[in-house]
Structures are given as structure tokens and as C-alpha cells.
């Protein structure tokens, strides 16, 4: 997975953890989590299409998905890693 933040903003900061609490409730050492700050490495982010922050990309297994927000849906957060 890769986690696209903007720096220290409220929303990133409560995403990342977010995500991090649901990987070790549901996915434990099965997991790998990649953070990528948008505002140090813009270009990276552009190559993953990301215009907002912050997005959670899963990249494998496939099929790929992408969740928006700060990942306080933890329900939908699930749905979108099956």
C-alpha cells in the first residue's frame, strides 16, 4: 500500500493513523506500507495520478484501489483492500 500525505496536515496526519491502526487490527505483519509526503516528492505523486491528498493506494494483490480521505471508515477502508 502507499499513502500519499501533505506534510503535517490535519487530514494526512489522522489518515496515517488510521491506516496504520487498521493494518495492525486486521492485517497484522501481512502488509506493507509505503508514505509519500505529495509536498517533498510532487512527482511521484503526479505519476500515481494523485491531485488530493490523502489517498491510499492498494497496489497488490490485484485488482488495484484507491480510497480517498481520511481513512476514518474503517468499513470502507476493508472493502476497498479485499
Sequence with gaps: MRLYVAGTAPNSLRALANVRSICEAHYAFAHQLEVVDMLTDPVRA????????????????????????NLSDTAQVLFALK
Design 46 to 69: 503526479m505519476a500515481d495520478g494523485i491531485i488530493v491528498t490523502p489517498t491510499l493506494l492498494k497496489l497488490s494483490p490485484p485488482p488495484t484501489a484507491r480510497v480517498i480521505g
